[in-house]
């Protein structure tokens, strides 16, 4: 029979073969007779009640026929009935029993014709009665040793098991490892079980715990004392062994090794055999578990193989212990701080939410003095440049602890805590010393909210300083251009109406007098016509009459009807509600931006059809430009060089509008221009 050594393996309770990691396989006991193995067990007295009455036929048969007709060799079946039995004392009984009966059976069968034939015979069926028997001794000695490895598996497998689960409960881990200290002294056989710890990874050596398993206390107190009282260093004793190779060792008798340490502190410590093996969190030793006998005995491969695997399923039994362990700590740390983190967190919103830092110097007090030891009496002032910000019962007492506050290194005033009554003496007066931490924290947040709140203070008065400086310089400009179109429409206009009349008279008087120079006259008058209608555009385009004198929906109207005749787009116009008394500045800057609107429609769109909706709701004066066009990149809205976009904004801006764009690919784009009556 293939006598490979076993393998130990991870079980699926269910199954006959199971597979581990390894890819090694073991059999389930309890699954044993599906595969032809059983106990040993006697069998039932019926059976072999059975043996004896097969045995008597045999017998009876052998009697009844003539010598040398089969001569004993059916005997051979009663040897190989008795393998059946699988019992050794009764295979040999069966043989000798067999060959007595071969023998009676020669002497008292009836006579054949060659005696000394049948004599070799009998002597032949005895050899094959012997030699069936030893066969069968061997097969059944051969069944027997491999049904004990089976055994010895499934002891391992249900070990491995035992301690899987115990190992993923959620019991106390020094309940965890005394239960796994018993189990393996009970698998083992024997007597005395030890629990040992690294001491910490900054200084690796092992100390003795308390926890055991002694099977008897009194005759083992020597060696546990002595056990106890000693701390092992790396490569010390068995299981500093352990510790410094990280794999399971073996010692068959602690009294002749070298490296055992504990059998020189006392003459009779009562152990000899012991074996070790390390508990892993990943590469890491964190414990040792030994055990001893008190016998001498051989190294067990197969059971410092399955010691291997079950040091990982305890370390993560210890790798849970260290993780609730850091966990509590970080609990209580936490829970003695919740104070200052709750103070930072609200210190930090007000920040957050706050508009400048004058806003949350003036809040402080109700955010910081509950993370104090006695909030009742504790007092908050800050300092900074000039200007000082606390609350009215605030003053100066002995009991007080500052910080600065400082912009780019520079202090630039500080932030105070002060108790109004005295308290007991701590680290730092009537302080202590997380109380100084969270001053420095805050104050160092607080610092760096100044600087970028000022920072963004200066940011904005610097867009309104230049927003003002736009909306004058539109305002001249607004001014100028209708300065000018008056101009022109006052002098330029009256000019060139008399230059027609002129050159009208002067034409007449040359029809007589110079008939060759009237064609010369003619010419003058078609140019002065020519010239007047593009006076009157350009009058227009600075400043629409129309505007002024009916208002921003005849303005609006009239301009779309202007852009249909020059582009060819069709223009639709619809007014819901016609905005009433709307001021001149805010008229002009609504419809300076519809006209860069429509003139971005003829430029980019390509659109066919514009609709305008204007109406007049909330205190908002809205208009909305649709077309039906290619549409406005997202990248072209964000384009910050995109100047006729930043300027519709920047002129909406300034008096409390926006302009919004919608727009998707190929679906046109809706322009939306607010400005706010107020």
Same mark, same amino acid.
């Given at each position: 029979m293939d006598q490979r050594k076993p393998f130990f393996v991870q079980i699926?309770? *269910?199954?006959?073969?199971?597979?581990?990691?390894?890819?090694?396989?073991?059999?389930?006991?309890?699954?044993?007779?599906?595969?032809g193995y059983q106990k040993v067990e006697p069998r039932p007295e019926f059976v072999k009640l059975l043996?004896?009455?097969?045995?008597?036929?045999?017998?009876?048969?052998?009697?009844?026929?003539?010598?040398?007709?089969?001569?004993?060799?059916?005997?051979?079946?009663l040897v190989l009935a008795a393998l059946r039995i699988r019992h050794k004392n009764f295979l040999i009984m069966a043989t000798l029993l067999a060959t007595m009966l071969n023998m009676i059976g020669f002497y008292l069968a009836l006579d054949g014709p060659n005696l000394y034939q049948e004599l070799l015979d009998r002597l032949g069926s005895t050899l094959t009665i012997w030699v069936a028997g030893w066969l069968c001794l061997v097969q059944q000695k051969s069944e027997d040793h491999a049904y004990q490895l089976l055994q010895r598996q499934g002891s391992f497998v249900q070990l491995h098991k035992d301690i899987a689960v115990a190992s993923n409960e959620t019991r106390a881990v020094e309940e965890t490892l005394q239960y796994c200290l018993r189990r393996i002294c009970h698998q083992a056989g024997w007597p005395v079980g030890h629990l040992y710890l690294v001491n910490s990874p900054a200084n690796p050596n092992l100390v003795s715990t308390t926890t055991w398993h002694l099977e008897n206390p009194e005759q083992f107190q020597t060696f546990r004392s002595v056990s106890e009282g000693t701390v092992?260093?790396?490569?010390?004793?068995?299981?500093?062994?352990?510790?410094?190779?990280?794999?399971?060792?073996?010692?068959?008798?602690?009294?002749?090794?070298?490296?055992?340490?504990?059998?020189?502190?006392? +003459?009779?410590?009562?152990?000899?055999?012991?074996?070790a093996f390390p508990i892993l969190i990943g590469n890491e030793v964190a414990g040792i578990m030994e055990f001893f006998s008190p016998r001498?005995?051989? +190294?067990?491969?197969?059971?410092?193989?399955?010691?291997?695997?079950?040091?990982?399923?305890?370390?993560?039994?210890?790798?849970?212990?260290?993780?609730?362990?850091?966990?509590e700590q970080l609990l209580h740390f936490l829970k003695e701080r919740v104070n200052e983190q709750t103070c930072l967190y609200n210190v930090a919103n007000l920040i957050a939410n706050a508009k400048t830092i004058r806003e949350v110097f003036n809040n402080?007090?109700?955010?910081?003095?509950?993370?104090?030891?006695?909030?009742?009496?504790?007092?908050?002032?800050?300092?900074?440049?000039?200007?000082?910000?606390?609350?009215?019962?605030?003053?100066? *007492? +002995?009991?007080?602890?500052?910080?600065?506050?400082?912009?780019?290194?520079?202090?630039?005033g500080s932030l105070v805590v002060c108790y109004l009554e005295e308290r007991p003496d701590s680290e730092e007066g009537p302080f202590v010393k997380e109380e100084r931490r969270l001053l420095d924290g805050l104050a160092y947040l607080l610092s760096v909210a100044a600087q970028r709140k000022l920072a963004e203070e200066e940011i904005e008065r610097s867009r309104q300083q230049l927003r003002n400086l736009y909306n004058k310089l539109e305002t001249v400009r607004e001014e100028e251009r209708s300065r000018i179109a008056r101009e022109i429409h006052d002098e330029m206009a009256q000019v060139l109406t008399t230059m027609k009349l002129e050159v009208a008279r002067l034409c007449?008087?040359?029809?007589?007098?110079?008939?060759?120079?009237?064609?010369?006259?003619? *010419?003058?008058?078609?140019?002065?016509?020519?010239?007047?209608?593009?006076?009157?555009?350009?009058?227009?385009?600075?400043?629409?009459?129309?505007?002024?004198?009916?208002?921003?929906?005849?303005?609006?109207?009239?301009?779309?009807?202007?852009?249909?005749?020059?582009?060819?787009?069709?223009?639709?116009?619809?007014?819901?509600?016609?905005?009433?008394?709307?001021?001149?500045?805010?008229?002009?800057?609504?419809?300076?931006?519809?006209?860069?609107?429509?003139?971005?429609v003829a430029r980019h769109s390509k659109a066919e059809n514009v609709s305008v909706k204007l109406n007049d709701e909330n205190g908002m004066v809205s208009l909305h430009v649709q077309d039906d066009g290619v549409g406005i990149t997202q990248d072209?809205?964000?384009?910050?060089?995109?100047?006729?976009?930043?300027?519709?904004?920047?002129?909406?801006?300034?008096?409390?509008?926006?302009?919004?764009?919608?727009?998707?690919?190929?679906?046109?784009?809706?322009?939306?221009?607010?400005?706010?009556?107020?």
């Open positions: 699926s309770f *269910t199954e006959v073969l199971q597979i581990d990691y390894n890819a090694s396989f073991a059999i389930n006991p309890t699954d044993l007779p599906l595969i043996w004896g009455i097969l045995a008597a036929f045999l017998f009876v048969i052998d009697l009844l026929l003539p010598e040398g007709t089969i001569d004993g060799f059916f005997y051979v079946i092992f260093d790396s490569g010390i004793g068995l299981p500093g062994r352990v510790l410094a190779n990280g794999k399971p060792a073996w010692i068959i008798d602690v009294n002749k090794d070298p490296n055992f340490p504990r059998a020189r502190l006392s +003459p009779n410590i009562g152990v000899k055999a012991g074996f001498a005995e051989p +190294p067990n491969d197969d059971m410092l193989e399955v010691m291997g695997h079950i040091g990982t399923l305890l370390g993560r039994v210890l790798e849970r212990k260290r993780a609730e362990d850091e966990q402080l007090q109700s955010y910081v003095a509950s993370a104090w030891q006695y909030p009742e009496i504790t007092r908050v002032k800050v300092v900074f440049g000039e200007e000082a910000f606390a609350p009215p019962d605030f003053r100066e *007492t +002995p009991w007080t602890m500052s910080a600065p506050l400082t912009i780019h290194g520079v202090q630039q007449k008087k040359l029809e007589i007098s110079h008939p060759d120079l009237k064609e010369n006259a003619e *010419t003058v008058i078609e140019l002065i016509d020519q010239t007047i209608p593009t006076v009157k555009q350009l009058i227009h385009d600075l400043r629409p009459p129309i505007l002024d004198h009916f208002g921003l929906e005849e303005a609006i109207s009239w301009q779309g009807q202007e852009f249909e005749r020059l582009t060819g787009i069709q223009f639709e116009f619809d007014c819901d509600s016609e905005p009433e008394n709307l001021d001149k500045e805010r008229s002009t800057t609504l419809f300076r931006i519809f006209q860069e609107t429509l003139t971005n072209r809205l964000k384009n910050g060089h995109s100047l006729g976009i930043l300027g519709m904004q920047e002129r909406a801006r300034v008096w409390g509008g926006s302009v919004n764009f919608v727009s998707k690919p190929n679906e046109g784009t809706l322009v939306t221009i607010n400005i706010s009556r107020n």
